[in-house]
């Protein structure tokens, strides 16, 4: 089954979630509408503007890369500027 993890990040402070996901894949949702959530979903931090940094400004969605259908756990690390509170929803 996925699963959800919601919280508000701390200025220049990386955190991490995991949530399961089956199939399809997660969505990071910056519910505060405002600044930059930097996303990496590799294990390591992020960086602001660097390569392999996504940046999520309002929603962004990170399709799964197979159509298996077995739960994996996802590890998401996040940063930002300000505190912004976020969402991420497996699917």
Known sequence: MA??????LNANEVTSVAVESGWGGI???NRAQTGVIWVRLDGQDPEPEQPNTFAVFGAR????DSRED?????EVRM???TAVQYS???Y
């Open 27 to 29: 969505v990071v949702i």
């Open 61 to 64: 969605e990170y399709p799964a």
């Open 70 to 74: 077995q739960v994996r756990t996802v």
């Open 88 to 90: 991420v929803e497996a």
């Open 3 to 8: 699963t959800t993890a919601h919280g508000t």
């Open 79 to 81: 940063l930002s500027d």
